[in-house]
């Protein structure tokens, strides 16, 4: 196939995605369904595009998965989710083998009872469970936000905590079954749980050594051109993943938690690399869900419908809740409701897809049986618990207000995020200025102060003694919230509050 129609073809296939994401978000339908939707609708089974490489596919999922999840680590903030970290690392990290666990024996015998010739073993359907004990944040806020839902009660950390550190536990899990199924009838249960527990301590370690360095590093190198600085960022996020792999630790661990440390660590042109990594990493969830998409034959889920669907709506309304009241039973201060919206927001995305290529890479026996139950279970579950998250919030009561975000309209002004004041906009009238037109007449609280004008097309530097005109937009800084509200009274400014 000619270069430049694999580049058509991709474009196509990334317009039509993107197009599908802006409908998703009005409809209240988590964009990664139709992502897949896509990939599917233009695969073998619809458009014709044939895409069978597994490697491939395997290739695009490590390194679009390593790249969301140190996003993810990079956007995380210690002071958010120090009131909630032993919640959500428990969810995490027990919550995902307990899963796995209850998942795995129902499988079993849902298999066994509508799939007898199959012959499914209790390890196979461990692998199948632990494929998806792991949950999708990325999908459960964009619906959120596009609802307008805020969450009550730090439940929006606990799940991003949850969701952003248990992928790696997933992955432990099902390396660890494929080994053991590889083993055969001599499996060595030490030996896999020695290095089950070494892939952790060391993916944790690595992390955070490698984060520190890479702080170091960044802060230390003087690169000319700024716009280098968000690429040197991901080329640590590729080395801290591939140097921890060689050295038998988990990688994913290991580039969420470097994530984490970079990201609440001070360096040079951080706001440019932050908001580089926000736009990689939706381009490589967008690329990985078409490349998901493609990959399955949709007339291959015919025949196992049946028990994909019992174990999905089992996942969803036995599993999920079981795991989610036993895991956090030591913790009474959660209130039920919370528990309940927990054990709601268990969403599939497309982390289990990729992890169920694994074993289809690694030629185990019903490989594609389990990436075939794995995908259903994935549509269910963004389809059945995705569109119902706002609902839900609102009907256990934990649905908030959002809070107004603050939006520079006519200033592209952005300060660092270690400055802890807030700049806004207010538009001049003609009732502001009765009491004179000079900036000194302007009734601004001492917190206040005025460091830009906008007169049509002209911008201004001011002084007290500027002369204001009706229309003029000024730029104000105000210490805090409490400030530019006070701000906002004294010149009866009532929409802003």
């Avoid at 993810?72 to 002071?79: A, C, M, N, P, W």
């Avoid at 049946?306 to 795991?323: C, D, E, K, V």
């Avoid at 204001?468 to 805090?480: E, G, K, R």
Wanted: one cysteine or more; aromatic letters at 10%.
């Amino acid at each position: 196939m000619q270069i430049e129609l694999v580049l058509l073809i991709v474009a196509i296939l990334f317009f039509v995605s993107i197009l599908s994401g802006r409908i998703s978000s009005k409809l209240g339908i988590p964009a990664l369904l139709l992502f897949l939707s896509v990939g599917m609708i233009f695969g073998q089974d619809g458009v014709g595009i044939k895409f069978e490489n597994i490697q491939a596919a395997q290739a695009i999922g490590t390194v679009a998965l390593s790249i969301i999840l140190f996003s993810g680590g990079l956007d995380t903030k210690f002071e958010e989710i120090r009131p909630i970290v032993r919640q959500g690392v428990v969810l995490a990290t027990l919550g995902v083998f307990v899963m796995a666990f209850f998942s795995g024996i129902l499988s079993w015998w849902v298999l066994d009872k509508t799939l007898p010739n199959m012959a499914i073993s209790l390890t196979t359907a461990f692998l199948l469970a632990s494929t998806m004990s792991s949950t999708d944040s990325a999908s459960v806020f964009s619906i959120l936000r596009s609802k307008g839902i805020n969450l009550k009660n730090n439940l929006r950390p606990t799940l991003e905590l949850e969701s952003g550190s248990n992928d790696p536990m997933a992955y432990v899990l099902v390396v660890t079954l494929i080994d053991l199924i590889k083993m055969g009838s001599t499996p060595n249960y030490l030996l896999v749980i020695t290095q089950l527990i070494l892939q952790l301590v060391i993916g944790a370690i690595a992390g955070y050594v490698l984060g520190r360095l890479a702080v170091y590093v960044i802060n230390k190198v003087k690169i000319h051109n700024e716009s280098l600085y968000p690429i040197l960022l991901f080329t640590f996020c590729l080395f801290i993943y591939s140097v921890t792999y060689y050295i038998k630790g988990n990688g994913y661990l290991a580039v969420y938690i470097s994530g984490l440390v970079i990201g609440n660590s001070r360096f040079v042109h951080k706001r440019s690399s932050l908001n580089f990594f926000d736009g990689l990493a939706w381009m490589s969830q967008l690329f990985m869900f078409l490349t998901l998409g493609l990959l399955v034959n949709p007339s291959e889920l015919v025949p196992i419908l049946i028990p994909g669907l019992i174990i999905s709506f089992a996942m969803i309304f036995i599993t999920r809740p079981l795991t989610v009241f036993l895991t956090l039973l030591p913790f009474r201060k959660i209130p039920v409701r919370d528990k309940a919206y927990i054990s709601w927001v268990g969403l599939r995305g497309a982390v289990p897809i990729i992890f169920a290529i694994i074993p289809l890479a690694e030629g185990v026996p019903h490989a594609r049986l389990i990436f075939n139950i794995v995908f259903l279970c994935t549509l269910v579950s963004l389809l059945v618990q995705g569109t119902a998250l706002p609902m839900v919030a609102r009907w256990l009561g934990l649905a908030d207000d959002p809070k107004e975000e603050i939006k520079l309209k006519e200033f592209d002004i952005e300060l660092s995020e270690d400055i802890k004041t807030i700049m806004a906009e207010i538009d001049i009238t003609e009732s502001m200025l009765e009491n004179g037109n000079q900036i000194m007449n302007i009734p601004l609280p001492d917190n206040t102060l005025v460091v830009l004008i906008k007169r049509g097309e002209r911008y201004i530097v001011p002084t007290g003694k500027t002369a204001l005109a009706a229309n003029d937009i000024m730029l104000v800084i105000t210490d805090n919230q409490d400030t530019l509200e006070e701000t906002y009274k004294k010149l009866d400014l009532e929409q802003y509050f």
